[in-house]
């Protein structure tokens, strides 16, 4: 026999059922009180007042259309024209927000319909601190939202402090897009600057930057002067883009500069140039298809992580200069420049870097001393690697491919050491005293992989594999030169040139070796 069973109801149910009543009860009433309907919430203009721009509210003087003069948040409500010799708009206050709410700020005589006239500055909008138009100490200012277009001298000038600029666009201006000399900490977000500048390449064009200015996301397209130039320290550029400049894509006049994933594209001159600055960091910047060099610097400088290409010059060059002190190159790609892929002066480091198709070599390096570790040259029409510092440099753990001269030129006392060449004109050339070539393999070199015949006395080659080259080792006659423990194969001569110098016995057969000092040539 079955049991019925009987079904169970949800306890969340039950409960449901039991409380509702005791709860709607406790509501109230849902009957609307008698009346209109009114505004529970606090207004808008309570929150943050804000007042237009205009002749009543922000009225000029003979030279300036509208003169902000008090704390407060601003803005236009309409496309603003000047007159083109006048200041269209000039904020003298601090706390101090202005946003152009999408419109331009434009030499004209539309937008608002001003009358006024005068022989100010033809700027666009202006925070003076020049004592005898206003009082100076001005900062906390915000400007954002809008175009600032065609003034004959600069479309945003600044000398206060502590301003923010964004989302602005800056074009055809005569002078600067954004000048902020003679401020400080001005910050700069996804600000773009198109068509600025005048004859002087130097000294005009898209932003200049001073006093720890701060840009991100700025470009500068078809400046006719320089794109952006840094000056007064302290400055950091994050993900700003300079193409088509007329001068430099980025002039840095400045000590202590960071520029991170910046990129300087298809300028007349240099794409990043740094004239006696000291301390400047570029990290993940690129720079290609400049008319000059990709960059050029003087300086304690750094690059990490950048790219150097298709520049009709130099990829990076500090030469030309007063001695620079320190330049080191981390990571770096240096591909397809006409001249050097890297002119250096100074105490140089160069790590982990691709250097390819450089027209006449990869590196050419005369300061003072080069460190070379783990880098790699491709397709050099010339000499791939040329140290001729005076001072002792070090080259190592380094791979040279297709070099048309020579695959390494060392100067007075350098190190090469583990070093892997292929396809050379010559493998490594010692032009003067003192080198030690250890541990390296040479092949297919069309003359000699390692050449000494010039001034290389007291060399040391040892412990080396040179294989299918014309000439193994040439040395000059009574250099002092020390050969040892080298393997040579598949060579017309093994070793050139041994009197007066001293050569490990050279030995054909391996079996017959009896000292380790023996040149084998199998």
Same mark, same amino acid.
């Given at each position: 026999?079955?049991?019925?069973?009987?079904?169970?109801?949800?306890?969340?149910? *039950?409960?449901?059922?039991?409380?509702?009543?005791?709860?709607?009860?406790?509501?109230?009433?849902?009957? +609307?009180? +008698?009346?209109?309907?009114?505004?529970?919430?606090?207004?808008?203009?309570?929150?943050?007042?804000?007042?237009?721009?205009?002749? $009543?509210?922000?009225?000029?003087?003979?030279?300036?259309?509208?003169?902000?003069?008090?704390?407060?948040?601003?803005?236009?409500?309409?496309?603003?024209?000047?007159?083109?010799?006048?200041?269209?708009?000039?904020?003298?206050?601090?706390?101090?927000?202005?946003?152009?709410?999408?419109?331009?700020?434009?030499?004209?005589?539309?937008?608002?319909?001003?009358?006024?006239?005068?022989?100010?500055?033809?700027?666009?909008?202006?925070?003076?601190?020049?004592?005898?138009?206003?009082?100076?100490?001005?900062?906390?200012?915000?400007?954002?939202?809008? #175009?600032?277009?065609?003034?004959?001298?600069?479309?945003?000038?600044?000398?206060?402090?502590?301003?923010?600029?964004?989302?602005?666009?800056?074009?055809? %201006?005569?002078?600067?897009?954004?000048?902020?000399?003679?401020?400080?900490?001005?910050?700069?977000?996804?600000?773009?600057? %198109?068509?600025?500048?005048?004859?002087?390449? $130097?000294?005009?064009?898209?932003?200049?930057?001073?006093? @720890?200015?701060?840009?991100?996301? !700025? #470009?500068?397209? $078809?400046?006719?002067?320089?794109?952006?130039?840094?000056?007064?320290?302290?400055?950091?550029?994050?993900? !700003?883009?300079?193409?088509?400049?007329? @001068?430099?894509?980025?002039?840095?006049?400045?000590?202590?500069?960071?520029?991170?994933?910046?990129?300087?594209?298809?300028?007349?001159?240099?794409?990043?140039?740094?004239?006696?600055?000291?301390?400047?960091?570029?990290?993940?910047?690129?720079?290609?298809?400049?008319?000059?060099?990709?960059?050029?610097?003087?300086?304690?400088?750094?690059?990490?992580? !950048?790219?150097?290409?298709?520049?009709?010059?130099?990829?990076?060059?500090?030469?030309?200069?007063?001695?620079?002190?320190?330049?080191?190159?981390?990571? *770096?790609?240096?591909?397809?420049?006409?001249?050097?892929?890297?002119?250096?002066?100074?105490?140089?480091?160069? /790590?982990?870097?691709?250097?390819?198709?450089?027209?006449?070599?990869?590196?050419?390096?005369?300061?003072?001393?080069?460190?070379?570790?783990?880098?790699?040259?491709?397709?050099?029409?010339?000499?791939?690697?040329?140290?001729?510092?005076?001072?002792?440099?070090?080259?190592?753990?380094?791979?040279?491919?297709?070099?048309?001269?020579?695959?390494?030129? !060392?100067?007075?006392?350098?190190?090469?050491?583990?070093?892997?060449?292929?396809?050379?004109?010559?493998?490594? %050339?010692?032009?003067? +005293?003192? *080198?030690?070539?250890?541990?390296?393999?040479?092949?297919?070199?069309?003359?000699?992989?390692?050449? *000494?015949?010039?001034?290389?006395?007291?060399?040391?080659? /040892?412990?080396?594999?040179?294989?299918?080259?014309?000439?193994?080792?040439?040395?000059?006659?009574?250099?002092?030169?020390?050969?040892?423990?080298?393997?040579?194969?598949?060579?017309?001569?093994?070793?050139?040139?041994?009197?007066?110098?001293?050569?490990?016995?050279?030995?054909?057969? +391996?079996?017959?070796?009896?000292?380790?000092?023996?040149?084998?040539?199998?």
């Amino acid at each position: 026999m079955m049991r019925r069973t009987t079904p169970r109801r949800s306890l969340g149910a *039950c409960v449901l059922l039991i409380t509702a009543p005791t709860a709607l009860a406790q509501l109230g009433s849902l009957t +609307p009180p +008698p009346g209109a309907v009114t505004q529970t919430m606090t207004p808008l203009a309570d929150v943050e007042p804000r007042t237009p721009v205009g002749p $009543d509210t922000t009225p000029g003087n003979n030279a300036v259309v509208f003169i902000i003069d008090r704390p407060g948040s601003f803005y236009l409500t309409q496309t603003l024209g000047a007159p083109s010799n006048d200041v269209a708009i000039r904020i003298s206050a601090s706390d101090v927000t202005l946003d152009l709410n999408g419109f331009t700020v434009r030499p004209s005589t539309g937008g608002f319909p001003i009358g006024a006239t005068g022989s100010g500055d033809g700027r666009g909008i202006s925070f003076p601190t020049d004592g005898v138009q206003i009082e100076s100490g001005h900062r906390n200012i915000r400007v954002f939202n809008g #175009t600032i277009r065609g003034f004959s001298g600069t479309g945003l000038s600044i000398t206060a402090d502590d301003v923010t600029l964004e989302d602005l666009r800056l074009e055809d %201006t005569t002078l600067w897009g954004v000048d902020t000399e003679g401020s400080s900490d001005a910050r700069l977000v996804n600000c773009h600057a %198109t068509g600025n500048g005048g004859t002087n390449t $130097d000294l005009t064009g898209g932003f200049l930057l001073s006093g @720890g200015a701060a840009a991100e996301g !700025c #470009t500068s397209t $078809d400046s006719v002067g320089t794109a952006f130039r840094i000056i007064n320290s302290s400055s950091t550029l994050c993900n !700003c883009h300079a193409k088509g400049a007329g @001068g430099s894509g980025f002039f840095v006049d400045s000590s202590d500069v960071r520029l991170f994933d910046c990129i300087a594209t298809q300028g007349d001159q240099h794409g990043f140039f740094a004239l006696s600055a000291a301390d400047v960091e570029y990290v993940r910047c690129t720079s290609t298809g400049n008319t000059w060099a990709g960059f050029r610097s003087t300086g304690s400088h750094t690059w990490t992580d !950048c790219v150097a290409s298709n520049n009709r010059t130099f990829g990076i060059d500090t030469d030309e200069f007063d001695v620079v002190p320190e330049c080191i190159i981390l990571r *770096c790609q240096v591909r397809f420049n006409v001249f050097e892929g890297l002119r250096l002066n100074g105490r140089v480091t160069v /790590e982990d870097t691709i250097m390819q198709g450089n027209g006449d070599s990869g590196i050419n390096a005369s300061g003072d001393e080069a460190f070379i570790r783990r880098c790699t040259f491709i397709d050099h029409s010339g000499t791939a690697i040329s140290v001729l510092s005076p001072d002792a440099s070090v080259i190592e753990d380094t791979v040279v491919t297709n070099a048309g001269g020579s695959a390494i030129r !060392c100067g007075t006392d350098t190190i090469v050491e583990g070093c892997r060449i292929n396809n050379a004109g010559r493998g490594i %050339t010692a032009t003067t +005293p003192g *080198c030690v070539i250890r541990d390296c393999v040479v092949v297919n070199a069309q003359l000699y992989a390692i050449d *000494c015949i010039t001034t290389g006395e007291n060399v040391v080659i /040892e412990g080396c594999t040179l294989q299918s080259n014309d000439v193994g080792i040439r040395l000059g006659d009574n250099q002092n030169a020390l050969v040892i423990a080298n393997r040579i194969r598949a060579a017309t001569s093994a070793i050139v040139g041994t009197t007066g110098n001293r050569v490990g016995n050279i030995v054909a057969d +391996p079996t017959l070796s009896t000292s380790p000092a023996d040149n084998l040539t199998q």
